[in-house]
């Protein structure tokens, strides 16, 4: 159930991001359960790989090009599927920290255990 509920909140994370940038389009939201599956398989199966192939630049830039990574799948995930568009890599990179942002809250305010922890 976790998971569903987690797979939602991505959906609506990219829903908000036309909201937040011009240069982000989105047409509906079966568009944006789709790339939010994909997505989520992109960033489990291709992301560690390319993570590893660039661990040197990872390392001398302390961790920032991981950002690049991150903008690159999303970029190349919204090339790939019709109704979800970004401008550019640009705002690829700009849209992926927003995407994160937000996923990242709404997982926080609606996925607490009975403890309170997220």
Same mark, same amino acid.
């Given at each position: ?61 302390? $961790? ?22 970004? $401008? $550019?890599? $640009? ?28």
């Amino acid at each position: 159930m976790r998971l569903l509920v987690t797979w939602l909140i991505n959906a609506a994370a990219l829903m908000a991001l036309p909201y937040l940038m011009s240069s982000v389009s989105m047409s509906n939201f079966t568009t944006a359960l789709i790339a939010a599956l994909v997505l989520g398989l992109v960033n489990t199966l291709i992301r560690p790989v390319l993570v590893i192939l660039t661990l040197p630049v990872t390392v001398i830039s302390l $961790g920032l090009f991981i950002l690049v990574i991150n903008a690159f799948l999303f970029w190349v995930v919204a090339r790939y599927i019709d109704g979800f568009d970004v $401008g $550019g890599f $640009g705002s690829a990179f700009i849209a992926a920290i927003l995407y994160s942002i937000i996923s990242w809250a709404l997982a926080t305010l609606l996925l607490r255990d009975k403890d309170g922890n997220a």
